[in-house]
T-cell receptor
């Protein structure tokens, strides 16, 4: 089976812009979770989608949002980008508890 | 919420020796504990996991132990090889009735295996 794929792999944006990241889960997986990884804060949970519904949400401002489509693919959006949003954004898909991560999207905000 | 602490932050071992990484968690309701290996430029890779109804699990050179009473769990890697060099993360999760999948991660251990 193909693993979790994320696009794009790298992204450079300027402050104030918005960005959309995409994640395709492992075939058959219906749960998609998003995490932010930074050197200072480590790996932090953003939100989880299951069957097109947000099932859980972490402690991030409303500028961070997401959605899931009927084929389980998910997108996350960050609006009004800030310098501190520079991070590796990871997507993980899950079938029966175990979460499998994609390679991530490296976002740099200038 | 859950708080996961991980030690040590860096670990260097000679090739062939064993490596042990320890984590503690705060939420007694946590019932699933995975370990991830992250290499440079890659996403975390699940290497082993354990559920709260099991005290120990082994997969070839890797083993994980769980002490629910003390709320700590450990990763043991035997016969280390240079390719084991990476950052290792522990995590904890309370699946609960909602089936929520928000993992709480430790801060990571950078393991270096010296040939």
């Amino acid at each position: 089976k193909a693993g979790v794929t994320q696009t794009p792999r790298y992204l450079i944006k300027t402050r104030g812009q918005q960005v959309t990241l995409s994640c395709s889960p492992i075939s058959g997986h219906r749960s998609v979770s998003w995490y932010q990884q930074t050197p200072g804060q480590g790996l932090q949970f953003l939100f989880e989608y299951f069957s097109e519904t947000q099932r859980n949400k972490g402690n991030f401002p409303g500028r961070f949002s997401g959605r899931q489509f009927s084929n389980s693919r998910s997108e996350m959006n960050v609006s009004t980008l800030e310098l501190g949003d520079s991070a590796l954004y990871l997507c993980a898909s899950s079938l029966a508890g175990a979460q499998f991560f994609g390679p991530g999207t490296r976002l740099t905000v200038l | 919420g859950e708080n996961v602490e991980q030690h040590p932050s860096t670990l260097s071992v000679q090739e062939g020796d064993s490596a042990v990484i320890k984590c503690t968690y705060s939420d007694s309701a946590s019932n699933y504990f995975p370990w991830y290996k992250q290499e440079l430029g890659k996403g975390p890779q699940l290497i082993i996991d354990i559920r709260s109804n099991v005290g120990e699990k082994k997969d070839q050179r890797i083993a994980v132990t769980l002490n629910k009473t003390a709320k700590h769990f450990s990763l043991h890697i035997t016969e280390t090889q240079p390719e084991d060099s990476a950052v290792y993360f522990c995590a904890a999760l309370n699946k609960g009735q909602t089936g929520a999948n928000n993992l709480f991660f430790g801060t990571g251990t950078r393991l270096t295996v010296i040939p």
